[in-house]
């Protein structure tokens, strides 16, 4: 295939993301990883997967930054997962060297690509690709509210016994605590939520979604989500490579939208071929957009205690 996608990071999130993008014959697959024969293998064992799925992509792995040369799009996984009871400032300090130190290799052997980060924590990591790199804004972006809403309507659907699709929702802000579900956007069959749910009981589902991660990694004990991340991120990798111009939720850099400057938080963006094409401003109420802005400035506190 003429189109390549190289993952960094050969964990759960990366090898699922490398799976799932060559199964859609998106793109063929460099899997990226600095543990000595785990991309290799993980790479070897889907490749074998190709006669029963029928896809064409190639995936390989290496071990080599450089093999991320003529990349499309670069996507982030690599890090530390956040274990029970870990803060996100806390998460930050330990993925800052390593997210500063990729990057550069990133944008030395790949210098036309688009970065999608999913390190957490998501927005932070961001900010700091962005300036690490030297990309233009709009070729560095996070994966962030695409999980965030994906998790909300997933939940809501669950509570109202109905398909997920039948939920139409956005949630923006920062990927954690202080997430903003959009109100005005969130109808079942059109129906606004608030006349399907009482306010306690959504009140309740939308903390919930605030700690989706949280929740499965305590489940877990070792470990954190991975197959509704990796989805969330090839629904971005496709919009990339379709051009689709598909509105989405992505960290995002703003520059004066919703009143926030220089700063990587989750907004509605048009993606498309060159990344994030445009930021779209939606109506929210005052108290959403006070919760946005109180957002950006949690991920730039946190952003400067990295220091590098």
Known sequence: MERK??????????????????????????????????????????????????????????????DT?????????????????????ELALKNGGIVASVVKEIARHAPDCIIIMVTNPLDVMTNLAWRTSGFPAHRVMGMGGILDTARYRAF???????????I????????????VPADIRTTVGGVPVGQRI???????????????????????????????????????????????KRLLPVSAHLTGQYGIEDIYIGVPVKLGAAGVEEIQEIT?????????????????????????
């Open 168 to 179: 139409e929702a956005i949630v923006l802000g920062s990927h954690g605590d202080t997430m």
């Open 69 to 89: 040369a003529h990349s499309d799009i670069v996507v982030f996984t690599a890090g530390f997962p956040r274990t029970p009871g870990m803060r996100r400032d």
């Open 5 to 66: 996608v190289s993952v960094i990071g050969a964990g759960f999130v990366g090898t699922m993301t490398a799976q799932r993008i060559v199964e859609k014959n998106l793109a063929d697959v460099a899997l990226i990883d600095i543990v000595e024969g785990l991309p290799q293998g993980k790479a070897l064992d889907i490749m074998q997967s190709a006669p029963i799925e029928g896809f064409v992509g190639r995936i390989t792995g290496s071990n080599d930054f450089a």
């Open 198 to 244: 009482e306010r306690v009981r959504l009140n309740a589902i939308i903390e919930r979604t605030k700690q989706g991660g949280a929740e499965i990694v305590g489940l877990l004990k070792s470990g954190s989500a991975w197959h509704a991340p990796s989805s969330s991120v090839v629904a971005m990798v496709e919009a990339i490579l379709a051009d689709s």
């Open 156 to 166: 809501l659907a669950e509570e109202l016994n109905v398909p997920p699709s039948d």
């Open 284 to 308: 929210l109420s005052g108290e959403e957009l006070d919760g946005l802005r109180r957002s950006a400035e949690a991920v730039r506190g946190t952003l400067k205690k990295i220091k590098l």
